[in-house]
């Protein structure tokens, strides 16, 4: 079954950094995309960076461009979020998604249970 862990979150400094990991396992698909995406209480979830499984394409929210690097290591299955100058803001809960195609199947995605990211002095 495939499933999806984030790690670590954790509490930073304003100006700090951080680098979340989001493992995967459980799938043998080469047709797949994972993105980052992050909620904040009372707000909506936002989309943050996602990267195909080639790691050839990526994206980046307008937010965190300049800041925040994707990156994927195809051997370990692991997407890794580099997130650097982080600024103060409300927690989040950052939780990574893979979209995976395979076959004639259609497309089906998979959410990890998130990280939690706290940017306070």
């Known amino acids: 079954q495939l499933q999806l862990v984030e790690s670590g979150g954790g509490l930073v400094e304003p100006g700090g950094s951080l680098r979340l990991s989001c493992a995967a396992s459980?799938?043998?698909?080469?047709?797949?995309?994972i993105g980052w995406f992050r909620q904040a209480p009372g707000k909506e979830r936002e989309g943050v960076s996602c990267?195909?499984?080639?790691?050839?394409?990526?994206n980046y929210a307008d937010s965190v461009k300049g800041r925040f690097t994707i990156s994927s290591d195809n051997a370990q299955n692991t997407v890794y979020l580099q997130m650097n100058s982080l600024i103060p803001e409300h927690p989040a809960v950052y939780s990574c998604?893979?979209?995976?195609?395979?076959?004639?199947?259609?497309?089906?995605?998979?959410w990890g249970k998130g990280a939690l990211v706290t940017v306070s002095s």
């Open positions: 990267i195909s499984g080639s790691g050839g394409s990526t």
């Open positions: 459980g799938f043998t698909s080469d047709y797949y995309a």
């Open positions: 998604k893979i979209t995976v195609q395979s076959g004639f199947n259609d497309a089906m995605s998979y």
